[in-house]
């Protein structure tokens, strides 16, 4: 079993930056050094969606177009811990963003290959 913590959320003006950050714990050895992991984000009403996605090794990224450019998204194994930087926010990112690993190494962007979740990060982007 692995448990994922978010943290970083917050509220901050359009156009500032925000970094999430997202541990893991759980299973003893080296927790998610071999999953893939990603961030997604949900909005009231609507359903959860891909945001940014890792390989294991981190040489690997992927993107939801509307965040290219300005949401870069890392790891660092040796601290089973996974980022979100966020930049140049908008009013449109605003949304709980939830941290998950993946049952594959791979940086994935489908939903269903993720088997473990955090309970989520609120951030809020003012105008």
């Known amino acids: 079993q692995v448990q994922l913590v978010e943290s970083g959320g917050g509220l901050v003006q359009a156009g500032g930056s925000l970094r999430l950050s997202c541990a893991a714990s759980?299973?003893?050895?080296?927790?998610?050094?071999?999953?893939?992991m990603g961030w997604f984000r949900q909005t009231p009403g609507k359903e959860r969606a891909f945001v940014a996605a890792?390989?294991?090794?981190?040489?690997?990224?992927t993107y939801v177009d509307s965040v290219k450019g300005r949401f870069t998204i890392s790891r660092d194994n040796r601290k089973n811990t996974v980022y979100l930087e966020m930049n140049s926010l908008k009013p449109e990112d605003t949304a709980v963003y939830y941290c998950a690993a993946a049952r594959t190494p791979m940086a994935s962007t489908i939903k269903s290959l993720y088997n473990y979740w955090g309970q989520g990060t609120q951030v809020t982007v003012s105008s």
């Open positions: 890792i390989n294991w090794r981190g040489e690997s990224t």
């Open positions: 759980g299973r003893t050895i080296s927790t998610i050094s071999n999953n893939g």
